[in-house]
């Protein structure tokens, strides 16, 4: 038995049993132990398919942080309430630097479109486009042997620095206001964001369990942020010139 179940044999279906790691695993921790997991377990290998269920239900559960965070408070965890006061103070302070931006809007409506496409929409478009380009090369790469370890690791660093480039553009789209003038723009360009954040959620789960499903998805979503990106380059034009 491993030590991760020593301290919770009274609840089988634990995800942290389950997945074979303590409460204070990290995230890093909790993927690179469902991956092994799974891709021991997966019945193209000859594994138990009752146990790849198993696996899947206790990533759910552990895989996504806030989902994690409602577990482990559930559960009493000290972390979990740390974590959340840490998190509440984040809000707090990003809506207070969003306040001070609106309260002191003085330049004209115009200025302030300019800044905001300059400041705001200029860093993201370029972001989102070093998420969505290099897809098709890093799926190519990939597709020579998917079980392949260091294929599979080159597609998950890819994976991993997307998430950090839409970490950096959710901060980038708090951090001033959209004009009332690009509102609507502003929206499209959310979606946008939302739908390449979608696309790299269904490859990451692709990279857990092998389920070409999640595959095919995360392509289509990012096929079709790729055509809203470009729909947004062509407005953003339109917007400058009004």
């Known amino acids: 038995m491993s030590p991760a179940f020593s301290n919770r044999s009274d609840h089988p279906q634990d995800p942290y049993e389950v997945l074979e790691v303590t409460s204070n695993a990290t995230q890093a921790?909790?993927?690179?132990?469902?991956?092994r997991l799974v891709k021991q377990h997966h019945p193209d290998a000859g594994g138990d398919e009752e146990r790849i269920l198993a696996l899947n239900a206790a990533w759910e559960q552990l895989g996504d942080p806030e989902a994690r965070r409602c577990f482990d408070r559930e559960q009493g965890?000290?972390?979990?309430?740390?974590?959340?006061?840490?998190?509440?103070?984040a809000r707090n302070a990003r809506a207070s630097q969003a306040a001070r931006h609106a309260s002191g809007q003085g330049?004209?409506?115009?200025?302030?479109?300019?800044?905001?496409?300059?400041?705001?929409?200029?860093?993201?478009?370029?972001?989102?486009?070093?998420?969505?380009?290099?897809?098709?090369?890093?799926?190519?790469?990939?597709?020579?042997?998917?079980?392949?370890d260091d294929l599979m690791e080159a597609f998950c660093t890819y994976l991993e620095q997307s998430r950090n480039r839409l970490d950096k553009v959710k901060n980038l789209f708090q951090s001033?206001?959209?004009?009332?003038?690009?509102?609507?723009?502003?929206?499209?360009?959310?979606?946008?964001?939302?739908?390449?954040?979608?696309?790299?959620?269904?490859?990451?789960r692709y990279t857990m369990g092998y389920v070409d499903s999640y595959l095919h998805d995360?392509?289509?979503?990012?096929?079709?942020?790729?055509?809203?990106?470009?729909?947004?380059?062509?407005?953003?034009?339109?917007l400058e010139i009004g």
């Open 29 to 35: 921790e909790l993927k690179a132990a469902y991956r």
């Open 77 to 89: 965890s000290p972390q979990s309430v740390r974590e959340e006061a840490r998190a509440r103070g």
């Open 107 to 148: 330049a004209s409506e115009d200025q302030a479109l300019s800044t905001w496409l300059q400041k705001v929409y200029a860093p993201i478009d370029r972001l989102l486009g070093q998420v969505i380009n290099p897809f098709a090369a890093e799926l190519k790469a990939l597709s020579a042997d998917p079980y392949d």
């Open 176 to 204: 001033l206001p959209t004009p009332p003038s690009a509102r609507g723009f502003g929206l499209s360009v959310y979606h946008c964001l939302s739908q390449v954040e979608d696309a790299v959620a269904e490859l990451e």
């Open 218 to 238: 995360g392509r289509e979503m990012l096929r079709e942020a790729r055509q809203r990106r470009q729909r947004l380059q062509q407005e953003r034009r339109r």
